[in-house]
């Protein structure tokens, strides 16, 4: 199946750094999606990018989706505890149920 | 609004016993689907639902049914539990058109030993 290569796969940072993480792909997606996983929980959605090149930003979270389609990036600024988490990008079809394609995920610590 | 609701929370079974894990949604979503994440990786697709009386199989199929009678609910069936099933399970529910996310369960943690 289609692999996503997410990166880094961890990040241990202090309070109020920024933060940035990516994923490339081998194929092409019609959706880019940024997910946080909590403990115990569900995957949530923090950021859609629907087209190319789109640029999003949902507060401290800002988003993009590249120019090829086969690649996005999540940025955090001024990072805070409760950020800590694993970030998941996933690549989504518009065919076959809008399924997704997930990354290997990122997890973030942050040292108050 | 209870979104996507998935039960049990946790299960342990011996190799070789079948069971269902239950997801239900009351969004009226046609589209719903089952992933497992194991340690490390991300979610992989097990199978999906378009609508009620259509499935399909997902990226790693091999061990697991499904059906949908309804469109409320999605059972995840395991017809003989291997310890290669323990994994967390994930059910996920979405609107038709293309720019609807998914919404997810809380998932189910299961333990083949």
């Known amino acids: 199946g289609q692999q996503l290569n997410q990166s880094p796969q961890s990040m241990f940072i202090q309070e109020g750094e920024d933060v940035s993480m990516n994923c490339t792909s081998s194929s092409i997606f019609n959706t880019w999606l940024w997910y946080k996983q909590d403990p115990g929980e569900g995957p949530v959605l923090l950021i859609a990018l629907y087209k190319a090149g789109e640029l999003t930003s949902n507060g401290r979270l800002t988003a993009q989706f590249g120019i090829t389609r086969k690649d996005s990036f999540l940025n955090i600024s001024a990072s805070i505890p409760s950020d800590v988490g694993i970030y998941f990008c996933a690549g989504q079809l518009y065919n076959a149920g809008n399924m997704l394609t997930f990354g290997g995920g990122t997890r973030l610590m942050v040292k108050p | 609004n209870a979104g996507v609701t998935q039960t049990p929370k946790f299960q342990v079974l011996k190799t070789g016993q079948s069971m269902t894990l239950q997801c239900a949604q009351d969004m009226n979503h046609e589209y719903m689907s089952w992933y497992r994440q194991d340690p490390g990786m991300g979610l992989r697709l097990i199978h999906y639902s378009v609508g009620a009386g259509i499935t399909d199989q997902g990226e790693v199929p091999n061990g697991y049914n499904v059906s949908r009678s309804t469109t409320e609910d999605f059972p995840l069936r395991l017809l003989s539990a291997a310890p290669s099933q323990t994994s967390v399970y994930f059910c996920?529910?979405?609107?038709?058109?293309?720019?609807?996310?998914?919404?997810f369960g809380d998932g189910t943690r299961l333990s083949i030993l």
């Open positions: 996920a529910s979405s609107y038709r058109t293309p720019d609807q996310p998914q919404h």
